[in-house]
């Protein structure tokens, strides 16, 4: 059974840093296209950031140049590093974990809140 299990929201002040982490377990993010995505109510999940078992990474155009998606493959983690963080990054942040058609797992979310 795959368990994502994400850390390190928090409140922070605009202009900020947070770290996000991701542990997986029940699989390894070496077979996966890992993923962190964000929702706020009332929208729909949006992807943030994404890294392929090829360590190729994407991201979306409102995070470009502020946040890295990285991984530990020892310890089978995904981070988001998250730098310059604006009242817009606001909400509550998703890991995934995509194996196309043979499994697609979510982690419960983990609140990141940027207000001063």
């Known amino acids: 059974q795959v368990q994502l299990v994400e850390s390190g929201g928090g409140l922070v002040q605009p202009g900020g840093s947070l770290r996000l982490s991701c542990a997986a377990s029940g699989t390894s993010i070496m077979v996966n296209t890992m993923g962190w995505y964000r929702q706020v109510p009332g929208k729909e999940r949006e992807l943030v950031a994404r890294?392929?078992?090829?360590?190729?990474?994407t991201y979306a155009d409102s995070v470009k140049g502020r946040f890295t998606i990285s991984r530990d493959i020892r310890k089978n983690t995904v981070y988001l590093q998250m730098n310059s963080l604006k009242p817009e990054d606001t909400a509550v942040y998703y890991c995934?974990?995509?194996?196309?058609?043979?499994?697609?797992?979510w982690g419960q979310g983990t609140q990141v809140t940027v207000s001063s």
């Open positions: 995934n974990a995509d194996r196309g058609a043979r499994s697609n797992d």
């Open positions: 890294i392929n078992s090829g360590a190729m990474t």
